[in-house]
T-cell receptor, first 113, second 119 residues
Framework: LAKTTQPISMDSYEGQEVNITCSHNNIATNDYITWYQQFPSQGPRFIIQGYKTKVTNEVASLFIPADRKSSTLSLPRVSLSDTAVYYCLVGVLSSGGYQKVTFGIGTKLQVIP | GAGVSQSPSNKVTEKGKDVELRCDPISGHTALYWYRQSLGQGLEFLIYFQGNSAPDKSGLPSDRFSAERTGGSVSTLTIQRTQQEDSAVYLC?????????????????FGEGSRLTVL
């Protein structure tokens, strides 16, 4: 399983774009990259997933360079409600989902008014 | 149900007692995961089920921990002779073998967790 490294914490002002980078140097050919968001007292929830290049949805964008050894989650114009912990996961999709999904400590994003 | 359901939401027990935590996954989800999250920490993987079998039990911290899943649905995590260091939020997640209702294939759906406090 590819190990991931991401910053422990980040601060941002409201309205700014936030980029959180995750390193996964040992990513395997079949691995996908997924980001989750966790608010206090709640379970994590899926944000975005990608394999290569760029993926965008209504919540965020995910940028993955050609070598796939890192990925960057981009949150446009954050608000106070985006204050949460963000997890980067790397793993293999199987018929029932990931064989094993390991979360790191995540990045605690604090949005400041 | 519409989402992953966990019970109890809160459990306070005395050291040495046994506890059972229950997870009711989303109907049709074949994969089920248990995680533990201590205060201010990340998620610690405990065990993964594919159907009723558990191909990966590597995260169970000791032989006091066990889990089972019956009928490919409900799962129970049992902690015997609880210790104070077992205090944490225990989270359950399930995932679908195929994308349904616009959901992403392989996406984990988490419950709200069971908060265990061992006195």
């Amino acid at each position: 399983l590819a190990k991931t490294t991401q910053p422990i914490s980040m601060d941002s002002y409201e309205g700014q774009e936030v980029n959180i980078t995750c390193s996964h140097n040992n990513i395997a050919t079949n691995d996908y990259i997924t980001w989750y968001q966790q608010f206090p007292s709640q379970g994590p929830r899926f944000i975005i997933q990608g394999y290569k290049t760029k993926v965008t949805n209504e919540v965020a964008s995910l940028f993955i360079p050609a070598d796939r050894k890192s990925s960057t989650l981009s949150l446009p114009r954050v608000s106070l409600s985006d204050t949460a912990v963000y997890y980067c996961l790397v793993g293999v999709l199987s018929s029932g989902g990931y064989q094993k999904v390991t979360f790191g400590i995540g990045t605690k994003l604090q949005v400041i008014p | 149900g519409a989402g992953v359901s966990q019970s109890p939401s809160n459990k306070v027990t005395e050291k040495g007692k046994d506890v059972e935590l229950r997870c009711d996954p989303i109907s049709g989800h074949t994969a089920l995961y248990w995680y533990r999250q201590s205060l201010g920490q990340g998620l610690e993987f405990l065990i993964y089920f594919q159907g009723n079998s558990a191909p990966d039990k590597s995260g169970l911290p000791s032989d006091r921990f066990s889990a089972e899943r019956t009928g490919g649905s409900v799962s129970t995590l049992t902690i015997q002779r609880t210790q104070q260091e077992d205090s944490a939020v225990y989270l359950c997640a399930s995932s679908s073998p195929t994308g349904t209702s616009g959901r992403k294939w392989g996406e984990l759906f988490f419950g709200e967790g069971s908060r265990l406090t061992v006195l």
